[in-house]
């Protein structure tokens, strides 16, 4: 699916006056964590409560007339607007994290990332198979991340009735790792 890429009902994609107001609120940091990464920091959106709140119900806005069971947020940045999107949607919250993190029976999967490789793991009882989650983060860059976790959500019987992010990196794909999940984004770098 394209377009939205969600298919958005009417009034559910943000105003451009939010996402200029939300694109104000990131703040851009040259070479971190190396040289020739602009990181996209949305520590001080955090500290802005009313661009808080607009990023929360704008993620929010174009599911909540077709809700899905479960949010999983992806460690760490997407814990912060997925447990929040989880109670603004009234739905459960699922953690998906770094390995070793989680104290009960896990699923694990790896994935690649721009350099190297990396896993997630996901409490095995936290999806029911058939279950509709949207998973969530704060930012999409190559797509290794966010495909990790829709895999967990898979592989134990759910279907990703989302991949949901604040920030795109546009230039590097990400979504196209995605395939055919439906994906959001707000803001597009
Ligand atoms: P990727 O797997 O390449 O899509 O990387 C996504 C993860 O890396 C997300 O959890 C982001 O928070 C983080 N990330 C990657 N690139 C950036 C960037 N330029 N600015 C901020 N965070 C980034």
Redesign the pocket.
């Known amino acids: 699916m394209r377009s939205e890429e969600v298919i958005l009902p009417a009034g559910a994609a943000p105003e451009d006056d939010v996402r200029d107001r939300l694109r104000k609120a990131v703040r851009d940091i040259p070479d971190f964590p190396k040289d020739g ?4 920091d949305i520590t001080t959106l955090l500290l802005d409560p009313e661009a808080h709140s607009l990023a929360v119900k704008a993620l929010a806005d174009p599911f909540r007339d077709d809700l899905p069971d479960q949010i999983m947020g ?1 460690e760490s ?2 814990f912060i607007f997925g447990s929040t999107l989880a109670l603004e949607l009234g739905v459960g919250f699922v953690l998906a994290r770094k390995p070793g993190k989680l104290p009960g029976p896990v699923l694990s999967v790896s994935y690649d ?2 350099y190297g490789s990396d896993s997630l793991e996901v409490h095995k009882d936290a999806i029911q198979p058939g279950s509709k989650v949207l998973v969530v ?10 495909k990790g976790a829709c895999e967990l959500v898979e592989l134990l019987g759910g279907y990703v009735a989302g991949a949901v992010f604040l920030i795109e ?1 546009t230039g ?1 794909n ?1 979504r196209e790792l995605l395939g055919d999940r439906p994906f959001y984004s707000i803001l597009r770098y």
Request: cysteine-free.
């Open positions: 990464i602009l990181f996209r992806i940045r997407g990332l721009e983060d704060d930012l999409i860059a190559t797509g290794g991340t966010a990196l590097l990400g």
